[in-house]
């Protein structure tokens, strides 16, 4: 049985090479209470599953990474009934064997985020989910195994260093990331990631390789706007490999994931505050995030 509702997390590339191939397309323009989400959602069909696209950035890519409401973003999703939740996003690479324009399924994150919203349960409670993996297992698999009928080089793990931005790494910065075992550096990814796993979803992420960072010096005599050609292009190659890579995923006929799964689980022992001290409005607030 095929899900009833699978989201898609994108940048904007993406998101116009989907709103292109989604039949049936409607918009959702929903509030939340954590505010509006950073685009309405478009909800039709994809293959034999109903999808619901959000574009991270918004609309001409209006918020930068720092400034994203991932909170609203998750929420949104959440409340139109999405559990199983594919994300994709840019990356710089840390890595030589991991080149510009291939994908990467991640499964580990570090975060280096310090101003973001990263918890729905500020004023609800003490919650701690579980997030020693961080990405759903079962849903990577199924990604993975889409893989091989994708022409894309596509890695079936990597750690992803998620910092705060909006600016770039320094090269002092690029080399920490690489010591600590960092394989992909970003900005998108947190709390993203941990905001799924406090919705209940089944997470994963398709990283998007444009380029190797600046731990790696770049090609003599080539200049910032070639330099830049280049990361475009990598980006573009890299967005049509990803979109590939999901239209396959979503050409199974089956659930990708389903209510047996541990992410669906993962408020069952999470709440710690005595709920006799928890407020029953913001309970009632917060409910689609304990459906």
Not at 87 to 106: C, F, K, N, T, W
Not at 170 to 185: C, T, Y
Not at 261 to 277: D, G, I, K, N, Y
Request: hydrophobic residues 40%; charged residues 20%.
């Amino acid at each position: 049985m095929a899900d009833k509702l699978i989201g898609i997390i994108g940048g904007t590339g993406l998101g116009d090479a989907l709103t292109a191939r989604i039949e049936n397309p409607v918009f959702d323009d929903r509030g939340t209470p954590f505010g509006k989400p950073s685009s309405p959602v478009l909800l039709g069909t994809l293959g034999p599953h109903r999808v619901a696209f959000l574009a991270r950035h918004g609309r001409d890519h209006r918020y930068h990474p720092g400034v994203v409401p991932y909170a609203a973003n998750i929420f949104a999703l959440k409340s139109l009934g999405v559990t199983t939740l594919i994300a994709s996003g840019a990356v710089g690479s840390l890595r030589q064997e991991i080149q510009p324009g291939h994908l990467v399924l991640a499964d580990q994150f570090i975060d280096k985020t310090f101003r973001r919203q990263n918890t729905f349960f500020d004023a609800f409670g003490a919650v701690h989910v579980e997030f020693a993996r961080p990405c759903c297992q079962r849903l990577r698999e199924k990604i993975m195994l889409a893989s091989e009928q994708a022409a894309a080089v596509t890695h079936a793990d990597g750690t992803y260093v998620c910092m705060e931005g909006p600016q770039f790494s320094s090269r002092a910065e690029s080399m920490m990331h690489r010591a600590w075992g960092g394989d992909l550096i970003g900005m998108t990814a947190l709390p993203e990631a941990k905001l799924a796993r406090e919705a209940q979803m089944c997470y994963a992420l398709v990283a998007l390789v444009s380029d190797y960072d600046c731990w790696r010096e770049h090609k003599p005599g080539l200049a910032k706007q070639g330099l830049l050609a280049e990361i475009i292009a990598n980006l573009s190659r890299a967005t049509a490999n990803a979109i590939t890579l999901i239209e396959k995923a979503l050409e199974i006929n089956s659930a990708l994931c389903d209510e047996s799964c541990p992410c669906r689980r993962s408020l069952e022992s999470a709440v710690w505050t005595s709920p006799s001290a928890l407020d029953p409005a913001t309970r009632s607030q917060l409910a689609p995030l304990f459906e």
